[in-house]
């Protein structure tokens, strides 16, 4: 097991989350309990379900990283790490309805080298990125995968999808089922939808590139 350095390395838990959590312990009469960290999916605004679970101790296994926490301990696998580096955790049972609540620092969604434009001067531009950052990237983020807003002509948007999901065998239902619907619904004006990702470049593109050039491959 690898040793957390301090408790800032991958959580930041407040005295009042602290102190909770080795009450939780306390009820349960096993002095000595971990708690694990993992997550459960990701949330549409950005971050991740996260779930708080006691264990024991000797059930961390090898490639676990560990944060002391004053008398308790946090266990992580080494990706549910990287993600949840840097999130505040705080109690108060005033202020959120379970208590306990997590805070996720901004962080891009995007792959190193992957821009958004944030230039955009159309009106119906700067609704749809709106809707794609915080709305279908933190939802496809979860696959690995990323939509791009490219350009705006018209009522006609062009996007450019990449990443993991490249290779889901559902993806063509996904992407018309759950993109198409979150940007008409939340953009009415918006005509089409046109993609203009180069699918030779991926392993397996999000959707067979079988329609005409130009055209949108959710209107089929």
């Known amino acids: ?15 009042a989350a602290a102190s909770k959590i080795s009450e939780l ?3 349960r009469g096993k002095p000595g309990l971990a708690v694990r960290v993992a997550i459960r999916g990701v949330l549409p605004g950005g971050g991740y379900q996260t779930e708080f679970k006691f264990q024991e101790r000797s059930e961390a296994t090898d490639n676990d990283l ?4 004053g008398a308790f301990e946090l ?17 108060d049972e005033e202020r959120y309805s379970a208590g306990f609540n997590i ?3 901004p962080r891009s969604i995007l792959p190193p080298g992957v821009e958004a434009r944030r230039d955009w001067e159309d009106p119906l531009a700067q ?12 939802g496809v983020a979860g696959h690995g995968g990323w939509v791009l807003l490219k350009d705006v002509k018209g009522e006609d948007i062009y996007v450019e999808m990449g990443g993991g999901c490249q290779g ?16 008409m619904e939340a ?23 079988q329609t005409a050039e130009g055209a949108s491959p959710f209107n089929q």
Not at 79 to 85: C, F, M, N, P, W
Not at 168 to 183: F, N, P, S, W
């Open 25 to 27: 312990i306390e009820t």
């Open 168 to 183: 889901c065998g559902m993806a063509a239902v996904t992407l018309r089922a759950g993109i198409e619907k979150a940007i």
């Open 187 to 209: 953009v009415p004006a918006v005509r089409q939808i046109i993609d203009v990702t180069d699918h030779d470049e991926g392993e397996s593109p999000y959707y067979a590139p």
């Open 127 to 138: 609704q749809v990125q709106q809707v794609i950052d915080d709305f279908i990237n933190p």
């Open 75 to 91: 266990l992580f696998e080494p990706d549910v790490a990287e993600k949840v580096q840097g999130a505040k955790v705080d109690f």
């Open 66 to 69: 560990v944060q002391s926490v």
């Open 103 to 105: 805070e996720y620092p």
């Open 1 to 15: 097991m690898s040793e957390a350095l301090s408790s800032q390395d991958i959580l930041n838990i407040s005295p």
